[in-house]
């Protein structure tokens, strides 16, 4: 599980792009993120990435909101 702010939770769940790519610390904090459809582009830049859906089901059930 990962943490993410408020803000981010909501620009994610209203997001249209089929993947969040992200970058994380080491307490599971997202430190930068990018919702993108082109998935080989971004791909290098980042560390993780999930598909838009699982990560909009997560807040859905309770995703860790700082």
């Known amino acids: 599980m990962f943490n993410v702010g408020i803000l981010d939770a ?3 769940y ?4 089929d993947f969040i790519l992200f970058n994380i610390d ?3 904090n997202i430190t930068d993120f990018r919702l993108t459809n082109d998935l080989s582009t971004f ?13 909009k089901k997560e807040i859905s059930t309770g995703i860790s909101i700082d």
Do not use: G, W
């Open 14 to 17: 209203r997001s249209r792009k």
């Open 43 to 55: 791909r290098s830049h980042y560390s993780q990435f999930r598909l838009v859906d699982v990560i």
């Open 10 to 12: 909501i620009r994610i």
């Open 26 to 28: 080491k307490d599971y």
